[in-house]
């Protein structure tokens, strides 16, 4: 209690060299924790946005079905079990038709996946009612990626080619009923969503479908042959590892960072021993043990950490709220790093992240204040006061 | 303790250093011992051994060899740990450079023995400015060391010597760096502690003033005892 006291009389009178060695390391602390929430963010955003309009709760494959291997597409489709038909029948559950095809914008050619899906759905948030209508040329969604690509806008009209269950090709015209605007990039790029009626009759899959979107409600199903569950972790797993090597990549930044600012602490503590050396040497004869006098050093440089904590908070609080509040807008390059951010990237500010920021730089601002200590131990009271005082 | 026995007694006291190939003796078996309320100085020009005999009375350095006692504790055989809690109850120092503490205030920098000692709040209060009332500082409690003058600074020295009653007070070239009507001003303070609360002071001076108002004078040359004479009616005292 003693040797604490001291330290905050000491940090206290210790004025404008406490004051930047706080603003270094609130800057740091900042840094750390927005970067974090950056990434938790980021992480978050485009599960939110691949759940909403991809993955659902879940989905079963067909065991043939490997979706970087447009090969297998051709043989991946089954009739739809019946316990997942009922799914289907309660809105709990939509069913996707996969196939490889290829389309001719402006008398080019383009290798693209046909996707049928009911355009009554209500599992995904596609806007799959405005291919509704049951009429030639065949009413395609497409997004903007693939508008960009393509050429096609909505309204413009190209020319669909598939090969059917049996291995005929066949074609018929198609009309862009929409652009949509998504953020979620793997139901865009290469892709036309068609309504799935029409495509199990002109690939001659009747009541065939390759996976089965669950409600995002619904995390878990019943085992069924011939299909496997891939659960939302399984297929958030690529995102994941994208977030986690993101982090590794940030992870330096902000290692860098901290040990700027544990060098200031580093570098006051030396300047400090050897400039207290005389004061060091006045407390042992005043009958303070070596032991406090390190505890008391230490605790010195610890406490810089929490001046850091508060000076981060006066400022960073506000600061951070806004943040959180307006996001971060994005580049357009930013879409080519495969993340479904849309324009904007909201940082998520957790408990956990501020909480683990702040006992990750007490201790590191410990450890790199009690190191240069140790030579308290080896000074001997007389030495000491034979010191500079000031 | 009986007021009869030594506070302080040193028997064939050696403390020698290595320098290069040689050891310099500073201490060559000195033989001394101090009572209870002695105002005494150890006296020689520098290099004597005046302030590592101090240091060595004060638990602040450890003999080579012979034996230094005080307060009937044996300093060579004491821990860290035990030098430093026999600093803290019983041993008050003033050096050369005052030493106070740069951050804290005069209450503060007084404070700080009692403090180590644990003492409540108020009575640390009441004997803090006890002690300032004595060196005729208490209007300067709030003052910052860097606005007292030298004489001032030393005065607070004194007060944080004396704050917690010790038995002995070790004065290391108290008056170096003060100028004579500040020399005197302090050395009367102490005298009168001394007469007043009986508390023993030792002095390592080579400064006439301090020499002027000792009632015991031990010379130092070489590191030894030459003379250790008592002084019944100092008059020696100069301007």
Redesign the interface.
């Given at each position: 209690m003693l040797v604490l006291r001291l330290a905050i009389r000491n940090l206290i009178g210790a004025g404008l060299k406490a004051w930047l060695n706080g603003i270094v390391l609130s800057i740091s602390f900042l840094a750390i924790i927005t970067t974090q929430a950056l990434l938790k963010g980021m992480y978050e955003q485009t599960a939110e946005s691949m759940i909403e309009a991809q993955l659902g709760g879940g989905q079963y494959w067909h065991n043939d079905y490997d979706p970087y291997d447009p090969l297998s597409f051709q043989g991946a489709h089954s009739e739809i079990p019946e316990a997942l038909e009922e799914m289907i029948e309660k809105d709990r559950a939509t069913a996707v038709l996969v196939i490889q095809g290829t389309i001719y914008p402006e008398g080019r050619i383009r290798p693209v996946v046909i996707k049928g899906i009911d355009p009554e759905q209500h599992v995904l948030n596609l806007p799959t009612q405005v291919i509704g209508q049951d009429s030639d040329p065949i009413p395609v969604l497409i997004g903007y990626r693939m508008s960009e690509a393509t050429g096609l806008q909505q309204g413009d009209s190209f020319t669909l080619q598939w090969r059917d269950a049996n291995g005929t090709f066949d074609a018929r015209d198609a009309k862009v009923s929409l652009v949509m605007k998504t953020s979620v990039q793997s139901i865009d790029v290469g892709q036309v969503w068609v309504p799935l009626g029409r495509l199990q009759r002109l690939a001659e899959m009747r009541g065939e479908a390759t996976m089965i979107v669950l409600h995002r409600d619904l995390t878990d199903g019943p085992q069924l042959d011939g299909w496997s569950f891939k659960s939302q972790e399984y297929l958030l797993k690529d995102v994941t590892e994208m977030v986690r090597s993101k982090s590794m990549g940030s992870l330096i930044i902000y290692v860098l960072l901290l040990c700027l600012a544990l060098l200031a602490i580093f570098d006051t503590q030396i300047f400090s021993i050897f400039r207290r050396k005389k004061e060091i040497g006045t407390l042992m004869a005043l009958g303070l043990t070596r032991g406090r006098v390190i505890k008391l050093f230490t605790l010195e440089g610890a406490m810089q950490a929490g001046l850091g904590a508060l000076i981060g908070a006066a400022y960073g609080i506000p600061l951070l709220s806004l943040f959180a509040d307006k996001g971060w807008t994005l580049l357009e390059t930013t879409d080519s790093y495969g993340f479904a951010l849309g324009e904007k990237l909201y940082p998520i500010f957790t408990v956990g992240i501020v909480a683990g920021t702040t006992i990750l730089v007490f201790i590191a601002t410990t450890i790199v204040s009690y190191l240069p200590t140790r030579q308290i131990s080896k000074l001997e009271p007389t030495e000491a006061l034979r010191g500079r005082m000031l | 303790m009986t007021s009869a026995e030594p506070l302080i007694k040193t028997k064939e006291l050696v403390k020698s250093y290595p320098m290069g190939q040689q050891r310099i003796m500073a201490l060559d078996r000195v033989d001394l011992s101090f009572k209870e309320g002695e105002f005494a100085g150890l006296v020689g020009p520098s290099g004597s051994g005046k302030t590592t005999l101090l240091?060595i009375m004060?638990s602040?350095?450890v003999p080579s060899s012979g034996s230094a006692t005080t307060m009937q504790r044996r300093i060579e055989a004491l821990t860290?740990?035990e030098a430093?809690?026999l600093?803290?109850?019983h041993i008050g120092?003033i050096?050369q450079?005052f030493?106070l503490?740069?951050?804290?205030s005069v209450f503060?920098n007084v404070e700080?023995?009692l403090?180590?000692?644990?003492c409540p709040a108020e009575e640390r209060k009441r004997a803090v400015m006890r002690s300032l009332e004595l060196v005729h500082l208490a209007d300067r409690h709030k003052s910052r060391p860097s606005q007292l003058s030298g004489g001032q600074s030393q005065r607070v020295a004194i007060a944080?010597a004396i704050v917690k009653k010790p038995a002995i007070v070790l004065a290391d070239e108290p008056t170096a760096n003060l100028d004579a009507e500040n020399s005197h001003n302090i050395l009367q303070i102490m005298e009168n502690l001394n007469r007043e609360l009986g508390t023993t002071f030792i002095f390592a001076t080579h400064d006439e003033k301090v020499i002027g108002y000792l009632r015991r004078k031990i010379s130092l040359t070489d590191g030894r005892v030459s003379r250790d004479e008592v002084i019944q009616n100092n008059t020696e005292r100069t301007g």
């Open positions: - | 240091n004060g602040l350095d860290h740990q430093a809690e600093r803290n109850r120092f050096f450079t030493n503490l740069p951050v804290y503060e700080f023995p403090l180590l000692l644990g944080r």
